[in-house]
């Protein structure tokens, strides 16, 4: 049943991807991307979920969309603590936990700060 909500999952993330291009909706696409890598990564595909990660990034980064920024280094660095590469999760965390704080983003504050300790 599990493996069936994810295939499920990607379906609708790929669904909304392609008209994200279709319409040119960089910033959807950048959420989009993200989810897909939070997906990718519950399923332990963390090089699909890196490139996914970093291309959602560099669209918020490109637009200057603070408001997911966090969200985006919270899951690059659940990625990188997935492979096991705790200094660079540990500096993803740490700039997630410093951007959620400034804009109240208690969830992801949270998150962060779970990771950074």
């Known amino acids: ?7 499920d999952a990607l379906f609708y993330f790929q669904k909304a991807d392609s008209a994200g291009h279709v319409i040119h ?6 959420e989009i991307k993200i989810l897909m890598a939070e997906y990718f990564l ?9 490139e996914l990660c970093e ?15 966090p969200l985006a280094y919270v899951v ?4 990188h603590f997935e492979e096991r590469d705790y200094a660079i999760a540990r500096k ?11 804009m109240k983003y208690i969830e992801l504050s949270m998150q962060s700060h779970y990771y950074v300790l």
């Open 1 to 7: 049943m599990e493996i069936k909500r994810y295939d």
């Open 25 to 30: 909706d960089d910033l959807g696409l950048a």
């Open 42 to 50: 519950g399923k332990k595909e963390t090089s699909k979920a890196k």
């Open 55 to 69: 291309a959602g990034l560099a669209y918020i980064l490109k637009f200057e969309n603070v408001k997911l920024v």
């Open 76 to 79: 690059l660095g659940r990625i």
């Open 92 to 102: 993803y965390f740490t700039i997630a936990l410093n951007v959620a704080t400034r």
